[in-house]
């Protein structure tokens, strides 16, 4: 036995615990390439092509698709109110979030079920939410503070739909962030004390440095989301109210391929679509790994 | 000799009849999609489908109710999945992707289509560049569905012209009754309310090919005044609106008619079993939108539950047979009696609340304007975006016909642009 372990080859510390690392993402890892990476590839050549989804010749059209995209009002359109979104829906859900962390971050019965309480919208589905937000705005919210349902104006519809959204992670983003604030040692907070620090600088001196990571997770996160959100847009206003109102990118991408028939086109917006979150992702967790801070 | 012969010939025809039958018993599934989704409506439908099955145990049925918003996309993407529908509801014109790629069957000269002895006008509504590839069941109309107990409180009576009907809303108004309930934030009913003055006067001017020249770009809607006027007219009416007209959904909508919380709405003759169905003791009439021209106004008409066969079926005789089973006067009847759809079936006879009854008559006297006279209608995009910017319209009240006008071409120009 001594002699056989001594026959095999001497791996150094670092290769086996790459090797390690390597068996655990690999699964992962080709479940992504296969449901994700490869399909998106797949769908490039279509994007060259004026298929209408339904039969079962296209013709092949170049870069025609993106030309007529760059140049679409309708197109741009989309990509503003999909940006307007997301910045709702990132600072107002990490505020709240955070706030209510801040609020509830130490263990206590009360504070056990004031969380279970708010993380529970996080665990309906944003479709459900959607439906019954409608429903409270146009029953509930209108007659009592005698206003229209924000869903139903133009100048309202993109927050009434951030708000559910909101309302939906914010409990998500609170549990990130408790987890992070448990994290930040009491010591430090100890010698700001005795060094004379009042609670607005611990918090801004050691808590946000220390909680960084949590930024970098749920901004990361709910940027993605944001960029991608149809449901909530799709079972409250459709994109309306009027003329492309609330369409978003994802809604642009839906139209195009299922309802105005030109699937090429609409491949073409997800491909244009698809660069732009990662590139998008990729400056957000740039920044953010900037800032980190070793605990 | 005689006797092995006979007997031969026995087996023969018992081999026969027994591969026949086996022939006949093969299980057979039919997939139907389809809009039918109100509770009247698929509850009747279904209760057709197992009437069909006790005939028929063979043939069972996947039969998916789709809302109409989502159906369009979910056939489409079906058929390019190429897990295209046996049967599937729709009027030919807006599906034509489909058609042009051998989805529909063609009816031109079936003795289904011959039976049903429809008008021109309804087989326009079945066909698409000449040829038929739709059965329908029943038809449709729009108007304003009032509560007439209220009408009688105030002692109003139906209007003819836009100034009377100015007028009433002004009555109830200052009676404390909201005149109207609406539901646009369904883009279907801006569309609608719309139609009700444009296509009569489009019909009546002569202008059958309106449409179709607006989406190939050879006209503009400056160049028909009747979009403007139909604009104008519908604006009148929403002077009297509701906080909730652009946040109702279809069925809050008509719950609060049946509740007595305002005395009109503007809905077909599809929604009158809902609308009855949550109140069955409020009593209802309907009348045409009025214009301001002093003359009548028409109903406009439109083909409902109707129905195209997937051409590349495996089991296209068994959908035919179904077809027919549906269009046969009893079931047909059926089907009128639980929904209140005026059926377009030769031979059915069904006692029809006022309303519907209303709708029947315009459609016998062809005091109607009806969709299957135009050439073509809006489709696709521009249907879509005739929808939405419409909706913006009931939105936003500060925007002029002028500026709804401008952004209505505007839409128009770039799809044609990005072709």
């Known amino acids: 036995m001594q002699a056989r372990r001594a026959s095999l080859p001497r791996f150094s510390y670092a290769r086996r615990r790459g090797f390690t690392y390597a068996c655990f993402v690999t699964p992962a890892l080709a479940l992504y390439l296969l449901t994700v990476v490869v399909p998106f590839l797949q769908g490039i050549p279509y994007s060259l092509t004026s298929w209408n989804l339904v039969s079962s010749q296209s013709a092949f059209v170049g870069l025609k698709n993106y030309q007529s995209l760059l140049g679409s009002a309708v197109f741009w359109k989309s990509i503003g109110n999909t940006f307007q979104f997301a910045v709702y829906y990132i600072l107002f859900s990490n505020l709240l979030g955070l706030g209510i962390a801040l609020l509830i971050c130490r263990s206590s019965r009360l504070n056990n079920l004031s969380r279970t309480l708010i993380f529970m919208p996080y665990v309906v589905s944003m479709l459900t939410a959607a439906f019954v937000w409608k429903y409270l705005f146009n029953t509930v919210y209108s007659p009592l503070f005698g206003v229209p349902s924000p869903l139903g104006v133009q100048s309202q519809a993109m927050l009434g739909i951030a708000a559910i959204s909101v309302w939906r992670t914010s409990g998500y983003c609170m549990l990130i962030y408790i987890a992070a604030l448990q994290g930040v040692p009491q010591e430090y907070y100890e010698a700001a004390s005795v060094e004379g620090a009042n609670a607005r600088q611990k918090f801004f001196r050691i808590t946000v440095p220390m909680i960084v990571p949590a930024f970098s997770v749920n901004v990361s996160l709910l940027l993605a989301w944001g960029l991608k959100v149809f449901d909530v847009v799709m079972a409250t206003t459709n994109g309306g109210p009027g003329r492309n109102t609330t369409l978003t990118m994802s809604m642009f991408i839906y139209n195009n391929i299922f309802g105005n028939s030109k699937a090429g086109y609409g491949q073409a917006a997800a491909v244009l679509m698809t660069l732009i979150l990662l590139a998008l992702s990729y400056v957000v967790s740039k920044f953010f790994r900037s800032k980190g801070v070793d605990a | ?419």
């Open chain 2, 1 to 419: 000799m005689k006797k092995l012969i006979s007997l031969v010939l026995a087996l023969c025809v018992l081999l026969g009849a027994a591969s026949l039958a086996m022939a006949q018993e093969e299980p057979v599934t039919l997939t139907i999609l389809h809009y039918m989704g109100n509770e009247v409506k698929l509850n009747a439908f279904n209760a057709i489908v197992e009437g069909y099955r006790a005939l028929h145990p063979n043939v069972t049925f996947d039969s998916q109710a789709l809302s109409q918003n989502e159906y369009i996309t979910q056939l489409r993407t079906r058929v390019g999945a190429g897990d295209a529908p046996d049967i599937m509801i729709g009027q030919p014109a807006q599906y034509t992707d489909i058609i042009q790629a051998g989805y529909v069957m063609d009816l031109t000269g079936n003795p289904l289509v011959d039976k049903l002895n429809l008008t021109a006008a309804d087989i326009g509504d079945c066909s698409w560049e000449g040829k038929v590839y739709a059965l329908p069941l029943d038809f449709k109309t729009y108007g304003v569905i009032y509560n007439k107990a209220i009408f009688e409180k105030y002692g109003l009576s139906e209007p003819g012209t836009q100034d009377e009907l100015d007028a009433l809303c002004k009555t109830l108004a200052d009676n404390g009754v909201d005149p109207w309930i609406r539901n646009y934030s369904n883009v279907t009913y801006p569309d609608i309310e719309v139609r009700a003055i444009l296509w009569p006067l489009l019909m009546e001017n002569g202008k059958l090919d309106a449409f179709e020249k607006l989406m190939s770009g050879e006209a503009k809607f400056t160049d028909y005044p009747e979009f403007a006027k139909a604009l104008e007219l519908w604006g009148r009416r929403m002077a009297y609106g509701r906080m909730d007209d652009m946040s109702n959904d279809t069925t809050m909508a008509r719950q609060a008619m049946a509740a007595g919380q305002a005395a009109m709405i503007y809905d077909g003759t599809w929604a009158f079993a809902q609308i009855q169905g949550f109140n069955p003791d409020q009593r209802y009439g309907m009348f045409a939108v009025p214009r301001d021209d002093g003359k009548p106004n028409q109903y406009c008409v439109q083909l409902d539950q109707i129905f195209m066969v997937n051409g590349q079926s495996a089991h296209v005789d068994q959908a035919m047979d179904f077809m027919a089973y549906l269009l046969s006067p009893d079931v047909a009847g059926q089907w009128s009696a639980a929904t209140n759809g005026p059926s377009v079936v030769p031979g059915v006879t069904v006692d029809m609340p006022e309303v519907i009854h209303v709708a029947m008559q315009a459609k016998e006297n062809n005091n109607i304007a009806h969709a299957g006279n135009f050439t073509a209608q809006l489709s696709g995009e521009y249907l879509n975006n005739w929808r939405a910017v419409l909706q913006g319209f009931a939105a936003d009240r500060t925007l002029t016909v002028e500026a709804l006008t401008a952004e209505m071409q505007a839409a128009f120009d770039e799809i044609n642009a990005s072709k």
